[in-house]
C-alpha cells in the first residue's frame, strides 16, 4: 500500500501544543510561525489506526478499560519485539504507561533517594534534566558524550568513574539518541549494561524512538544486548512510532521480577484508555508497512534538508542522525551568538525550534533542534526562511545611500 505523506493536515484547532498553544494563528499581523520543535509528526497516522478509532468511537461507550482484559494488546507487543528486534518478552515483563517519561519518573523514584545522582549523556532529551532536578529532587551527574565532527560517542572513562561513585544509583540511556541520533551498537549498549550491573547502578532505557531508524540501520535492544537483566528497564511505545502522542500509550519493560516487584509498589497501576489499547493492537499487528514507508520518508526528508543546508547554510554543520527524526544543527559556523541565533530563527524567520541548551547546558549554545516528521513541503518553507536570515547581505544593499 502506498501512503501520501506529503498531504498537509490543518492542525489549528485541534487542541495541539505545536501547533495552537506555541504556534497560535492569530497573532496579529505577523508571519505565521512553523512550529518545529516538539518531537510529534504533522503527518497522519496509519489507516489501521484510523479505523480501530473509529470502531472505539463508534461503540459509544468508553468505561474503565484494563490492557489484561485484551489478549492481543500484550500478544501484539511481544510479537512486534521477537519479529523485529529478535528479543524476547515475556507478558508478565510488560506494565503500561501513560508515557515513558512517566515511568522513567517512577524508576527514579523508586531506585534512588532525593539528593542521590542520575547520570544522563548530554546532548540528551532535555525532560531528562527537569525531571531529575525538579520533579524528582535528584542531581544531574552528566557523563557528557564526545563529539567528533557531529558522531557522538560515549566517554568510557568518564561512564565508569560517575557509575562507581555509591551516590549515583541511576542511569537514563536515550536509545536511540536524541537529539544526536545515535543509534547505538550492541557492542556499547553492552559495555554500558556491564558497567551498570559491576556498580549496582539501575539502567533505564528510554527506547520510545526506537522504531525510527535509518535505511540499513539497526536497533538493538538493551534487552538483547545485556548479558544480565537484573538491573534493566526498557521502556517504549507507540506514541512516537506511529504520531499517537495524544493517545498516551507507553509500556515499561521489567525482566526482573524482584526489580518489577518494587517499581510496581510505587507505580501502582495505570489504566490505558480504550483508544490507547485499540492504537497499539492496530499498529504492532496491521501498520508495519506504513512504518516502513515512514521511515523511507524520513530518510528522504533528511537527505533534502542536508543538501539543502549544505548548499544554502553553509555556515551550519550537521550530521545524518543514524535514527530519531531530530536533526542536531550546529550554527557555531556563522560566529553568531546562540542568542542571536535564536532571534534570527525564531523572530525573523518565524520559525521555532530547539535552543541547544535544553538538551546540552554545557555546549549547546549554538545548537538548535528541528523535527523533520513533516511534509516536504512545510520542511522546505520552514528551511527556506532560515536561510534568508543567515545569508551574507549582498554589497550592493549593505551601503545605505
Ligand atoms: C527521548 C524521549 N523520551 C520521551 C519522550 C516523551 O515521550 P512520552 O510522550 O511517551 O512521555 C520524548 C519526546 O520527545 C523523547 O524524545
Known amino acids: 500500500m502506498s ?17 495552537d498553544l506555541n504556534a497560535p ?54 510479537d512486534w519485539y521477537g519479529r523485529r528486534y529478535g528479543t524476547v518478552i515475556e507478558e508478565d515483563w510488560v506494565l503500561y504507561s501513560t508515557g515513558s517519561v512517566t515511568g522513567i519518573n517512577c524508576a527514579v523514584n523508586a531506585f534512588s533517594s532525593p539528593g542521590d545522582g542520575v547520570i544522563i549523556m548530554s546532548p540528551v532529551y532535555g525532560h ?21 565532527d557531529g558522531y557522538y560517542t ?56 526506537s522504531d525510527i531508524v535509518r535505511s540499513g540501520v539497526t536497533h538493538t535492544t538493551i534487552l538483547k544486548a545485556a548479558a544480565d537483566h537484573s538491573n534493566i528497564i526498557m521502556i517504549n511505545g507507540v506514541n512516537k512510532s506511529f504520531n499517537v502522542a495524544g493517545l498516551h500509550c507507553a ?76 536533526l542536531w544543527l550546529d550554527f557555531s559556523g ?10 534570527r530563527i525564531y523572530d525573523n524567520a518565524r520559525v521555532l525550534l530547539q535552543d541547544g541548551l535544553v538538551h546540552d547546558l554545557r555546549g549547546g549554545e549554538c545548537f538548535q533542534r528541528i523535527c523533520i516528521p513533516v511534509p516536504r513541503a512545510l520542511l522546505e518553507e520552514a528551511l527556506t526562511r532560515i536561510a534568508a536570515q543567515l545569508e551574507p547581505i549582498p554589497a550592493a544593499c549593505a551601503i545605505k545611500v
Not at 128 to 148: P, Q
Request: one cysteine or more.
Open 251 to 326: 509500556n515499561v519493560i521489567i525482566p526482573d521480577e524482584n526489580l518489577r516487584g518494587i517499581f510496581k509498589s510505587r507505580f501502582g497501576e495505570h489504566l490505558p484508555s480504550p483508544f490507547s489499547v485499540a492504537a497499539l493492537i492496530a499498529a504492532y499487528d496491521e501498520s508495519e508497512d506504513w512504518l516502513d514507508a515512514l521511515n523511507k520518508y524520513l530518510d528522504d526528508n533528511i537527505d533534502f534538508a542536508m543538501d539543502f543546508i549544505k548548499e544554502r547554510m553553509p555556515g551550519v554543520k550537521i550530521r545524518r542522525p543514524e535514527g530519531t527524526y531530530v
Open 3 to 19: 501512503y501520501n505523506f506529503d498531504e498537509i493536515v490543518n492542525r489549528y484547532g485541534t487542541s495541539s501544543i505545536k501547533w
Open 154 to 209: 560515549v566517554n568510557w572513562a568518564d561512564f565508569e568513574e560517575k557509575c562507581a561513585q555509591p551516590t549515583n544509583r541511576v542511569f537514563i540511556l536515550c536509545s536511540p539518541a536524541n537529539p544526536v541520533g545515535r543509534v547505538w551498537s550492541e557492542e556499547e549498549l553492552r559495555r554500558m549494561a556491564d558497567i551498570c550491573k559491576r556498580n549496582h547502578v539501575t539502567l533505564i532505557s528510554d527506547e520510545i524512538h
Open 25 to 78: 494563528k492569530n497573532q496579529a499581523g505577523a508571519t505565521r510561525p512553523i512550529p518545529m520543535m516538539i518531537a510529534d509528526m504533522d503527518l497522519k497516522c496509519p489507516p489501521a489506526i484510523i479505523e480501530a478509532m473509529r470502531r472505539v468511537a463508534e461503540r459509544g461507550v468508553y468505561g474503565y478499560t484494563s490492557h489484561f482484559a485484551e489478549p492481543r494488546y500484550l500478544a501484539a507487543l511481544c
Open 128 to 148: 531528562f534534566r527537569d525531571m531529575i532536578e525538579n520533579e524528582t529532587y535528584r542531581r544531574v551527574v552528566d557523563s557528557h558524550l564526545i563529539n567528533t
Open 334 to 343: 556563522y560566529g553568531l551568538s546562540g542568542e542571536e541565533i535564536h532571534r
